[in-house]
Structure formats: structure tokens, C-alpha cells
């Protein structure tokens, strides 16, 4: 149990486009999900946490109007990349934290397998 | 600030030797520890953890140590084989915190 998708898995998209990536929770329902961006040969760095049916809370120095972050249900989460540019391309990965009663670990998240973005 | 660092950008072994990765913590509020292991490409996939009430807690394989009294976490993958090549990152949080801090993260590299 406890899987977390994301789709696409890999994007290649032109300057100054919008991209989509879905964050899903498979087999329980999340009611925080985070976003993380991970550059080539570094950390993950927590770019905003989402709690489902309010608004996201972004990270210092994360532009909330370029990264729009949308978790309608407890079991999807969406980040928007708006008018992305080549800077823009990175690893993004989501979390996701089993909804409190389910869990068996002390906020324990579930990872998903990554979008790995390309902006020409 | 919160910061989660590692010793040791990188570690070669000899397969089937024992590895031994460390974190260094700042935040002396923080009561859980956890490592994962990312592949390339991939998602970081949960190892092991540890809550700040133990010093030390085994699973298969792997071993973490924590030194609440230098705030040091460690993490010990017996009999090292080539499937244990990936980066690996450890990460802490507090009580009532939502999100996860990582460290910088080792490159483990198997030696034939």
C-alpha cells in the first residue's frame, strides 16, 4: 500500500508554455501533499505544502504565481508550472501524508517517482 | 536556519563491505529521523527510521544510530551489494512540523 503516482513522468515543453503535473495518491487518502524540486546532483528542496481544500503554503523564495498548486481532493494534488522557462527545468517530486488515524508512522510521507521537466 | 548536512558527498565500497553514511542535524527540536534511497530518475524511497526516544533501531540490512548529544545520524547498509548504489539522503522533522528538512545527500558507489 501506501503509492503515490505522478504524471507525465517526463515533459519536454517550449519557453513561455504552462505544464501540468499530476500527484496522486493510490491506495489512501492525503490530506497534505508537498511538492519538491530537485536539481542534477542535489537535495530535495521543499518548494510548497498543500493542504486539500485550502490554499498552498510556499517556501521562501517560491514564486506562488508561477508555481500554481491545486489539491481539490484528498487524493490528488496538481502543480502548474506557468510560462516556464529553461531555468524551470528540474526533477519535481511529490509527497504525500496519510490522512491522520490511517498512518502507522509519526507523519510519514510517501514519495512519488518524479517528473522530470525539460524546458527548451 | 534548519539544516540536515552530510559528512560525505560520496562513498566507494568494496561489495560486500559494510557502508556507513552520516548526517549531521542542527535542530535540536527534531524527534524523527528517516533515510531513503534515491535511484536515478526516481523518487526517494523510504529505509529506515528512528524517533529521538531510541539511539539505534535495525531492519534488514541496514542499521541508524542516532547521537541526540552531537545531533548525528547514521546509517549502516551491511554486506554492501551493487543494487545499494544510489544517493542516499537522511531528513528530519519536528513534532507538529508538516514538512520533512533533507541533508545533502552521499553518492554510494559499488566497487566489483
Known amino acids: 500500500g501506501a503509492v503515490v503516482s505522478q504524471h507525465p513522468s517526463r515533459v519536454i515543453c517550449k519557453s513561455g508554455t504552462s505544464v501540468k503535473i499530476e500527484c496522486r495518491s493510490l491506495?489512501?487518502?492525503?490530506?497534505?501533499m508537498f511538492w519538491y524540486r530537485q536539481f542534477p546532483k542535489q537535495s530535495l528542496m521543499l518548494m510548497a505544502t498543500?493542504?486539500?481544500?485550502?490554499?498552498?503554503?510556499?517556501e521562501q523564495g517560491v514564486e506562488k504565481d508561477k508555481f500554481l498548486i491545486n489539491h481539490a481532493s484528498l487524493t490528488l494534488s496538481t502543480l502548474t508550472v506557468t510560462s516556464a522557462h529553461p531555468e524551470d527545468s528540474s526533477f519535481y517530486i511529490c509527497?504525500?501524508?496519510?490522512?491522520?488515524?490511517?498512518?502507522?508512522?509519526?507523519?510519514?510521507?510517501?514519495f512519488g517517482p518524479g517528473t522530470r521537466l525539460t524546458v527548451l | 536556519g534548519e539544516s540536515v548536512g552530510l559528512h560525505l558527498p560520496t562513498l566507494s565500497v568494496q561489495e560486500g563491505d559494510n557502508s556507513i553514511i552520516n548526517c549531521a542535524y542542527s535542530?535540536?527540536?527534531?524527534?524523527?529521523f528517516i533515510w531513503y534511497k534515491q535511484e536515478s530518475g526516481k523518487g526517494p524511497q523510504f529505509i529506515i527510521d528512528?524517533?529521538?526516544?531510541?539511539d539505534k533501531r535495525q531492519g534488514q540490512r541496514v542499521t541508524v544510530l542516532l547521537n541526540k548529544t552531537v545531533k548525528h545520524l547514521s546509517l549502516q547498509i551491511a554486506a554492501t551489494q551493487p543494487g545499494d548504489s544510489a544517493v542516499y539522503f537522511c531528513?528530519?522533522?519536528?513534532?507538529?512540523?508538516?514538512?520533512?528538512?533533507f541533508g545533502q545527500g552521499t553518492r554510494l558507489t559499488i566497487n566489483p
Open positions: 509527497s504525500a501524508r496519510r490522512q491522520p488515524g490511517q498512518g502507522k508512522k509519526y507523519n510519514e510521507q510517501f
Open positions: 491506495d489512501f487518502q492525503a490530506t497534505t
Open positions: 498543500s493542504n486539500e481544500g485550502s490554499k498552498a503554503t510556499y
Open positions: 535542530n535540536s527540536a527534531s524527534d524523527y
Open positions: 528512528i524517533r529521538s526516544n531510541m
Open positions: 531528513a528530519e522533522t519536528g513534532q507538529g512540523a508538516q514538512k520533512l528538512v
